[in-house]
């Protein structure tokens, strides 16, 4: 009888959890990115090689990580949606740019 070798949710480490949440070509770039409010059109225009299919995709998985949140803009017209990083974020930006600085 073969054995699993994949956790649980539950029983992943806090370590694995945040290399889960910035898995991906794009991610930690656009974290990096991220340190003032920016418009899907704004990331799409700075990431080079990324198309609109793979920004969009990357970031519901950092929305359901709850690295970033949407804010919708009423006020201007028309509406429009610009991402920010939660708290959450900020941390892991802040070992982003450790990393950066090491290398």
């Not at 799409?44 to 709850?66: A, G, V």
């Not at 949140?69 to 201007?76: A, D, M, S």
């Amino acid at each position: 009888m073969a054995v699993s070798r994949k956790k649980p949710c539950e029983q992943l480490t806090k370590l694995e959890k945040v290399l889960i949440s910035i898995d991906g070509r794009f991610t930690p770039l656009i974290i990096l990115l991220l340190k003032d409010s920016q418009r899907f059109s704004d990331l799409l225009r700075r990431i080079p090689d990324i198309n609109k299919q793979s920004l969009s995709k990357t970031l519901r998985q950092l929305m359901k990580h709850e690295l970033i949140k949407q804010n919708i803009i009423k006020e201007t017209a028309p509406q429009h949606i610009e991402y920010e990083l939660t708290e959450k974020g900020w941390k892991i930006r802040g070992l982003l740019k450790q990393m950066e600085e090491i290398l």
